[in-house]
Nanobody, 124 residues
Framework: QVHLVESGGGLVQAGGSLRLSCTAS????????MGWFRQAPGKEREVVAR????????SYADSVKGRFTISRDNPKNTVYLQMNSLKAEDTAVYYC?????????????????WGQGTQVTVSS
């Protein structure tokens, strides 16, 4: 069992920055790719970014490319999402999750062990 906890959300003005953290506890000895998702009110949960176990491979949703950066610190069991140039449309609850090996990488059904989420609100 793995337990994920997100933090770092908050209220920020458009154009500002936030850094989200996702820290894992429990059975963290396995090597997992990780993803960040977000869900805005009335919308489906969507993938924001994904990072391989080594950190050598990353991918992003088109809507955040060039603005968001995913990274990880494996000794600290933590994955980060640096969000710059935030827009009002980035407002959502942000979740991290483990990408199940062999499963979809861009859809939420390919992920497991979801955190509780952290709210990001961008005021325009």
């Amino acid at each position: 069992q793995v337990h994920l906890v997100e933090s770092g959300g908050g209220l920020v003005q458009a154009g500002g920055s936030l850094r989200l953290s996702c820290t894992a506890s429990g059975r963290t000895s396995s090597s997992y790719a990780m993803g960040w998702f977000r869900q805005a009110p009335g919308k489906e949960r969507e993938v924001v970014a994904r990072i391989s176990w080594s950190g050598g491979s990353t991918s992003y949703a088109d809507s955040v490319k060039g603005r968001f950066t995913i990274s990880r610190d494996n000794p600290k069991n933590t994955v980060y999402l640096q969000m710059n140039s935030l827009k009002a449309e980035d407002t959502a609850v942000y979740y991290c999750a483990i990408n199940v090996p062999g499963k979809a990488t861009t859809r939420d059904y390919g992920y497991d062990y979801w955190g509780q989420g952290t709210q990001v609100t961008v005021s325009s």
